[in-house]
């Protein structure tokens, strides 16, 4: 079946440093998985933080920006200058045409630091 | 716009014991999904709904899980006899028609079985 692997557990990063997650990701399914990144706050349901649906293309958003490598498998997540407020739990997933469902990576939880 | 709401918050229970979790999705979502997150877990699709059909419930463990959503909207998800395994968070989500992609999460169930 699909499976999205993660940066596991916690990363702590001081503020204005930069951040990378790395998600790499395995897709039986025919055709290319549609990628996302999911986040949830401190108090907070899980919601969308970006997603991109085509090879190649880099999706952002709150400065967080994201590549779909399909050759390597890969859709990290990146900032140039994290701040206290992005301390959430990130989670990376996939979803392909065939299956229809979400496929979730198991989180990394950020902690920024002052 | 109200989120997704979802009842109870909380849930403590004995082996054996039975019990329900309610969703009421975003209003005008045709697509409600269920997941089950284990603790430092991602989530993972027990059975999801469009309108009152069950798209695909293959994950759900069907002797002791059971969902409905009869008219389309609110939905149930209840465990039968529970098990010091089915401990986890128990999230609700929906989206818009044709549009899977962007799910909007509930604050989610957390239960613990003794």
């Known amino acids: 079946g699909d499976s999205v692997t993660q940066t596991e557990g916690q990363v702590t990063v001081s503020e204005s440093k930069s951040l990378i997650i790395n998600c790499t990701y395995s897709a039986t399914s025919i055709g290319y998985p549609n990628l996302f990144w999911y986040v949830r706050y401190p108090g907070e349901g899980l919601q969308l933080l970006l997603k991109v649906i085509t090879a190649g293309q880099k999706g952002s958003s709150r400065g967080f920006e994201a590549t779909y490598n399909k050759e390597a498998t890969s859709f990290h997540l990146q900032k140039a200058s994290v701040q206290e407020s992005d301390s959430a739990v990130y989670y990376c997933a996939l979803r392909t045409q065939v299956v229809g469902q979400l496929t979730f990576g198991r989180g990394t939880r950020l902690q920024v630091y002052a | 716009e109200a989120g997704v709401t979802q009842s109870p918050r909380y849930a403590v229970l004995q082996e054996g014991q039975a019990v329900s979790f309610w969703c009421d999705p975003i209003?005008?979502?045709?697509?409600l999904y269920w997941y089950q997150q284990p603790r430092d877990q991602g989530p993972q699709l027990l059975v999801y709904?469009?309108?009152?059909?069950?798209?695909?419930n293959s994950q759900l463990p069907s002797d002791r899980f059971s969902a409905v959503r009869p008219k389309g909207t609110n939905s149930t998800l209840k465990i039968q006899s529970a098990k010091q395994g089915d401990t986890a968070t128990y999230l609700c989500?929906?989206?818009?028609?044709?549009?899977?992609?962007?799910?909007?999460f509930g604050p989610g169930t957390r239960l613990l079985v003794l």
């Open positions: 209003s005008g979502h045709d697509t």
């Open positions: 709904f469009r309108d009152e059909a069950v798209i695909d």
């Open positions: 989500a929906s989206s818009f028609p044709g549009n899977q992609d962007t799910q909007y």
